[in-house]
């Protein structure tokens, strides 16, 4: 069964920078496409990055110039870089696999907590 596992959330101040980091295993990572999702507190689930299977990326309006998403696959990890944090940034990021980009995910990891300060 596909797992994916994320880490590198914490608690950071507004302006710092931050990486997520994400490791598949029970399926062959470089040839899906993978995602990042960004729950805040008390509001659904949004989709702020994608990556397909060669690298090339696409993000959310409303993260397009802070958040960077790449992908290693002699690794199997896909990383979100987020610059510039701000508070709205707070929540939990979760690592998906997607069929294609944009799509709805069907595997999702279990999640990693960023608190970000004023």
């Known amino acids: 069964q596909a797992r994916l596992v994320e880490s590198g959330g914490g608690l950071v101040q507004a302006g710092d920078s931050l990486s997520l980091s994400c490791v598949a295993s029970e399926f062959t990572f470089r040839q899906w496409n993978m995602g990042w999702y960004h729950q805040a507190p008390g509001k659904e689930r949004d989709a702020v990055a994608w990556i397909n299977a060669n690298g090339n990326a696409e993000y959310a309006d409303s993260v397009k110039g802070r958040f960077k998403i790449s992908r290693n696959n002699s690794n199997n990890t896909l990383f979100l870089h987020i610059d510039n944090i701000k508070p709205e940034d707070t929540g939990t990021y979760f690592c998906?696999?997607?069929?294609?980009?944009?799509?709805?995910?069907?595997?999702w990891g279990q999640g990693t907590q960023v608190t970000v300060s004023l």
């Open positions: 998906v696999r997607i069929a294609h980009m944009r799509a709805q995910p069907a595997v």
